[in-house]
């Protein structure tokens, strides 16, 4: 492909694909910038400009041209619920992105009427109400009204859920169901359940309620994940750490990424944690898999990194800030026999801690087992969320070797959260850059699916701006991060916590040949427009998993979506609103302010905050 004079020529070591005419954001310290690379079996073999490349470009070599684009290292998600999210994203209904709730339950109303009877339609995370004009969640008798007939299931967060009355039904929810541990079923007056659950402080009610949900086919689960992939992908993604999670048995629940890596179909570089699911059962399940599994075991697609994040439940800390902070019991003994089998068998971890009052519990436990010379033991492990973390909790931390993943879950719980526990405690929730002034490796993610969005240009914007996405900005700009900061904490600090900064989070030779071309500067676009980045094409390891606008059909084609009712055939993943666009997205979108414009008038004049007016207005028939 001859471009701007690079001519192809038969060449000893061509490379697959070489990225010219770029402004390559390198992330290494030694080479910051770049203008072209070469990727030859999956590694980057050049760095440099387009004279450097030219050499490399053989017959067979995909030439992109960058056309002055931004080119950034593959972006790493360091705490994402990557494959609990494939295994069901096809049959989810994403608000991502979505900015009224009018237009959810269009979206909604339209979905209730493709599904086939004996399937849901299910809203799982990714949105708040901050984020819609009208700042509320759906009612149940909304849902009632968009589908009197499919259950409909609308997870709000780690707070609640909303359900229609067909729903109600199909999980057999009555006047006579009792309250479960933690968890409440609102109900009317006649005690039937009015269709609002909530989690009090305990999600285990949410995640049991969408449990009893039907699910997918193997065959439709692989197909379901690599379409998941595709859309993280598509925002630049090349990684991401998978942290387990409830509802995630090892090994049924991951034989489908299992698969797909051993069939060379994964798209996405993942390492895995192992989390125990039945309580009173831990030191079993831990002991089954250390005799089994080994850290480390797998290959640069798919790799075992460690157990977590819990690993006793009577540990974990629930994150439901429109709760008070859940008390724990003693849980001292069964966590330090936990930690203690890890240590010695070679194991790293994480651990879910929300407040510093876990934290300093768990770091006691770590400090007695390090006065025996048994702790870290070389071993990775980290503390993953930690919104009130002290000064002194990091200062521990650091003394022990442990790292942060932190998450933008406050982009969706800010507003709660600090009506709770005030603008103070919200500025330092969590203190980025004290962990960071400390050396503390602290890397940046999402907690996607079922909370935060999948989109890492949201936590992205929101590590930079301090602001969730209602617009508050809560985090003061003492707490905030510069651009390159964030990004490297979405790259380097990821690989480091999977011990491959080595080869991952750099474009530098010999490094993956992972990376992203994105729409826009991340380092001089307004602030205001970075949630709206995407990727125009994404390589992972040399292949193009990814392409867009020009490079539209360079990309791996995948099969249609399964099945062919899915929520995602219609509506796709994260709803995009960038400015501009073309003429026609110009004018929906317009047409939907007017609408909302229509709505919030209608709702003034209904509560006696505005009249109607008595005629039309227009100023031309005064004259």
């Not at 299910?122 to 109400?129: K, N, P, T």
């Not at 479960?180 to 995640?207: C, D, F, H, T, W």
């Not at 099945?563 to 026609?584: E, I, L, M, N, Q």
């Given at each position: 492909m001859p471009v701007g004079g690079l001519v192809p020529r038969a060449v000893e070591n061509a490379a697959d694909v070489v990225v010219r005419n770029a402004k390559i954001h390198t992330?290494?310290?030694?080479?910051?910038?770049?203008?072209?690379?070469?990727?030859?079996?999956?590694?980057?073999?050049?760095?440099?400009?387009?004279?450097?490349?030219?050499?490399?470009?053989?017959?067979?070599?995909?030439?992109?041209?960058a056309l002055g684009r931004r080119v950034v290292p593959g972006l790493n998600d360091s705490h994402l619920h990557v494959i609990r999210g494939g295994l069901n994203y096809v049959l989810e209904l994403r608000w991502d992105g979505v900015t009224s709730l009018r237009e959810?339950?269009?979206?909604?109303?339209?979905?209730?009427?493709?599904?086939?009877?004996?399937?849901?339609?299910?809203?799982?995370?990714?949105?708040?109400?901050?984020?819609?004009?009208?700042?509320?969640?759906?009612?149940?008798?909304?849902l009632n009204e968009a589908a009197p007939d499919t259950p409909v299931f609308v997870l709000h967060?780690?707070?609640?859920?909303?359900?229609?009355?067909?729903?109600?039904?199909?999980?057999?929810?009555?006047?006579?169901?009792?309250?479960?541990?933690?968890?409440?079923?609102?109900?009317?007056?006649?005690?039937?359940?009015?269709?609002?659950?909530?989690?009090?402080?305990?999600?285990?009610?949410?995640?049991?309620t969408l449990a009893k949900a039907p699910t997918l086919a193997p065959e439709e689960r692989k197909s379901s994940t690599r379409h998941f992939l595709r859309e993280l992908n598509r925002f630049g993604l090349t990684s991401a750490i998978d942290a387990a999670g409830g509802f995630q048995n090892f090994p049924e629940n991951y034989a489908t990424v299992t698969e797909l890596a051993r069939e060379g179909l994964l798209s996405l570089r993942?390492?895995?944690?192992?989390?125990?699911?039945?309580?009173?059962?831990?030191?079993?399940?831990l002991t089954r898999w250390i005799e089994s599994v080994r850290p480390g075991d797998g290959d640069e697609w798919l790799r075992l990194n460690g157990a977590g994040e819990n690993l006793t439940w009577a540990a974990a800390d629930f994150e439901n800030f429109a709760e008070p902070r859940p008390e724990l019991g003693g849980y001292e003994g069964e966590f330090e026999k936990a930690v203690r089998m890890l240590t010695e068998h070679g194991w790293g971890f994480r651990l879910h801690a929300t407040y510093?009052?876990?934290?300093?519990?768990?770091?006691?436990?770590?400090?007695?087992?390090?006065?025996?010379?048994?702790?870290?033991?070389?071993?990775?492990?980290?503390?993953?969320?930690a919104e009130t973390v002290s000064r002194d909790s990091l200062d521990r931390i650091a003394a022990l070797g442990g790292a942060l993943s932190v998450q933008n879950r406050l982009s969706f719980q800010g507003e709660v959260f600090t009506r709770r526990y005030g603008v103070g405690a919200a500025a330092e929730a969590p203190p980025i850059r004290a962990m960071l002034d400390r050396g503390l490796t602290v890397a940046a993610g999402t907690d996607a699916t079922r909370v935060s969005s999948y989109n890492p240009w949201v936590a992205l914007h929101w590590l930079v701006s301090g602001r969730t996405v209602g617009g508050p900005a809560i985090r003061p700009p003492q707490n905030?991060?510069?651009?390159?900061?964030?990004?490297?904490?979405?790259?380097?600090?990821?690989?480091?916590?999977?011990?491959?900064?080595?080869?991952?989070?750099?474009?530098?030779?010999?490094?993956?040949?992972?990376?992203?071309?994105?729409?826009?500067?991340?380092?001089?676009?307004?602030?205001?427009?970075?949630?709206?980045?995407?990727?125009?094409?994404?390589?992972?390891?040399g292949r193009i998993v990814h392409a867009a606008a020009e490079y539209e059909g360079l990309d791996e084609e995948l099969p249609a979506v399964?099945?062919?009712?899915?929520?995602?055939?219609?509506?796709?993943?994260?709803?995009?609103?960038?400015?501009?666009?073309?003429?026609?997205?110009?004018a929906e979108l317009l047409g939907e302010v007017v609408a909302e414009s229509e709505l919030h008038r209608r709702w003034r004049v209904g509560r006696g905050l505005a009249t109607e007016p008595s005629q039309p207005f227009d100023p031309c028939f005064l004259l």
């Open positions: 992330g290494d310290a030694r080479r910051p910038q770049a203008g072209a690379l070469a990727i030859r079996d999956g590694l980057i073999t050049a760095v440099g400009d387009d004279a450097d490349v030219a050499p490399l470009i053989g017959p067979a070599t995909t030439v992109v041209d959810g339950l269009a979206m909604l109303r339209e979905q209730a009427a493709r599904t086939p009877k004996g399937q849901w339609v299910r809203v799982v995370g990714g949105w708040s109400a901050e984020q819609f004009a009208e700042r509320r969640l759906p009612t149940p008798a909304e967060l780690y707070q609640s859920a909303v359900l229609n009355r067909a729903a109600l039904q199909a999980v057999g929810y009555t006047r006579d169901t009792p309250d479960p541990k933690g968890g409440q079923i609102v109900r009317g007056r006649g005690g039937e359940p009015n269709g609002m659950l909530l989690a009090a402080p305990s999600a285990l009610i949410l995640y049991s993942i390492a895995y944690h192992l989390f125990p699911q039945t309580p009173g059962q831990e030191l079993d399940d510093d009052e876990t934290i300093r519990r768990d770091l006691a436990v770590f400090e007695k087992l390090a006065a025996e010379g048994l702790f870290p033991a070389g071993n990775r492990w980290l503390f993953d969320h905030r991060v510069d651009r390159a900061t964030a990004l490297a904490m979405y790259t380097t600090a990821g690989a480091v916590l999977t011990g491959e900064q080595d080869v991952k989070g750099v474009l530098r030779t010999g490094c993956y040949g992972d990376l992203a071309v994105l729409s826009d500067d991340f380092f001089t676009v307004p602030e205001h427009e970075i949630p709206h980045i995407e990727s125009l094409l994404t390589v992972v390891g399964s099945p062919a009712w899915s929520p995602v055939a219609r509506f796709g993943g994260y709803r995009s609103h960038r400015s501009g666009g073309t003429g026609a997205r110009q």
